[in-house]
């Protein structure tokens, strides 16, 4: 049986990646910077104490979808986030090795520029923005360490999360509250469901493989389209989303107007099917009961709520 450390387990894909070992049978322990119940307390950048829960917890692999994932904040704050998101990271990285541990590490489609879209895994990189820089560096970091490390390309990923800050999350509350929202009509992506995502690296961590994969939703869509495809699978009113250019939102931080990834070599790799962007939304739809009992189980404190 495969043990697992996953840092940052009180996020979004932290989560689901705990839930998506655990259904394998593996022994699976949490640890995140935030005081969350049934989760190691661990300072990413403290090596030291990195270290220290390596030696103890003893895992065969170490997944690493922790960070500042704040685009605009990482723009304005480069010192501060490299701090956490290249230099901790990369501790982690060697620390994993001395401990013996496989590392899976979680990066970005914003290492490219968004220029030519569905990206494969050996394209150049060529970040447009700060986060983007610091993924594409921590990437090569993390390979540097060990060969055998995975680092996973994502996008725009969404599901149930206690933080509520993912896009399909941010129109259900607005939404829900009959306010209008602004969306980019001319960002293209790859609309991730957390729960695949977990599912898919699950899988693939099985098999060895190490290197960069893209796993991401099946499909590639303008940012508005899967906004309108939310509204509708929740019942909601899509005509308060409005289109807008993303030029028209105040941001210091350039983006790429089509950063989507090709999926071929994942889709070689492992047998779990990439859902597409209805399917993973129709599933968020009817896990949503289920979902709240795990969160008021792990996490009673919480005070997000969406009403659907």
């Not at 969350?36 to 997944?63: H, Q």
């Not at 070599?265 to 795990?294: C, D, F, Q, Y």
């Amino acid at each position: 049986m495969n043990r697992i450390l996953v840092v940052g387990g009180a996020g979004l894909v932290g989560d689901a990646l705990l839930r998506a070992w655990q259904r394998r049978g593996a022994s699976v322990v949490a640890a995140d910077h935030h005081d969350c119940p049934g989760a190691r307390t661990l300072d990413m950048a403290d090596e030291r104490a990195v270290r220290a829960v390596l030696s103890e917890v003893k895992p065969d692999i170490v997944a690493v979808p922790a960070g500042i994932a704040h685009v605009d904040h990482c723009e304005l704050h480069p010192q501060e986030t490299r701090r956490v998101n290249v230099e901790a990271t990369a501790g982690v990285a060697r620390a994993c090795q001395t401990a013996g541990a496989r590392m899976v590490f979680f990066s970005s489609d914003y290492v490219f520029d968004g220029t030519k879209g569905a990206y494969r895994e050996d394209d150049g990189v060529h970040p447009l923005n700060e986060y983007g820089r610091q993924k594409a560096e921590t990437e090569s970091a993390v390979l540097a360490v060990s060969a055998k490390n995975l680092v996973i390309r994502t996008s725009s990923v969404y599901g149930w999360e206690w933080a509520g800050k993912n896009f399909v999350l941010q129109i259900l509350r607005r939404l829900c509250a009959g306010e209008a929202m602004k969306v980019a009509a001319d960002i293209l992506c790859n609309p991730t469901y957390a729960e695949n995502l977990a599912e898919v690296v699950a899988a693939l961590a099985e098999t060895g493989s190490g290197g960069i994969f893209h796993v991401v939703g099946g499909e590639r869509l303008k940012r508005l389209e899967f906004a309108r495809l939310a509204a509708k699978t929740f019942g909601l009113n899509g005509s308060l989303l409005i289109p807008v250019s993303s030029a028209e939102f105040p941001s210091p931080t350039r983006r790429p107007l089509d950063a989507s990834l090709c999926t071929d070599k994942i889709r070689a790799a492992v047998g779990v099917p990439l859902m597409n962007a209805a399917e993973g939304l129709e599933h968020m739809r009817g896990s949503h009961t289920a979902w709240t009992e795990h969160a008021r189980a792990r996490l009673p404190a919480t005070q997000f709520r969406v009403e659907i």
